[in-house]
């Protein structure tokens, strides 16, 4: 609920906050890459579907059907990579993105959205449990929710205590404070 007071909007403590998702919880991360990812799937998806719709024009005036296999055999091999390699390896690429993630207190859940691969949302849950950080840094891998992989800047997170909970920093300590006393009474 949203009041007037001397034309300045003041938001009631009883509203949720704008980043709240009535399903998912509260938003904890936006990607700043999503219309990036979004744009450059789309523009690949785009000019796959336009050469598959021209090659057999192409193929018409170009006459290579009157030269030898092996030529024919390149042009259809360069032809078949920019048509089907490179969108399948660009979803392969950035399909751990994520564009938003949210959490949910009560449950201890995060939601991750992600493209798929028709370019929709995609949503994938889990519990901060399934985190798993690999052990070598990977490029295009953050860390695993469950068995998928998923890429965050942790630059990006608003509070870095909910990229520590995330991870599970928050949990785990180098030195815990009995340890702290043992080595103490060692001494």
Known sequence: QVTS?????????STPSPYDHPEHGRLVYKGNLAK???GVKFFSYSTSIFNLFMMPY??????????????????????GIFTFVTPVTLHILTKGYVIRLYYKDEVDTYTAITYNAILAEKVTVFH???VKIPDITRMFTTFYAKTKSMLVNPKLFPNPQDYNHLMGYDKSSFFK???LEEVKETD
């Open 5 to 13: 007071f001397q034309g300045v909007a003041v938001r009631s403590l």
């Open 36 to 38: 990036t990812v979004l």
């Open 58 to 79: 192409i193929m018409l005036k170009s006459g290579i059907g009157v030269e030898s296999l092996l030529v024919q055999a390149a042009f259809y091999g360069l032809i």
């Open 128 to 130: 901060q449990k399934d």
């Open 177 to 179: 404070l009995e340890d």
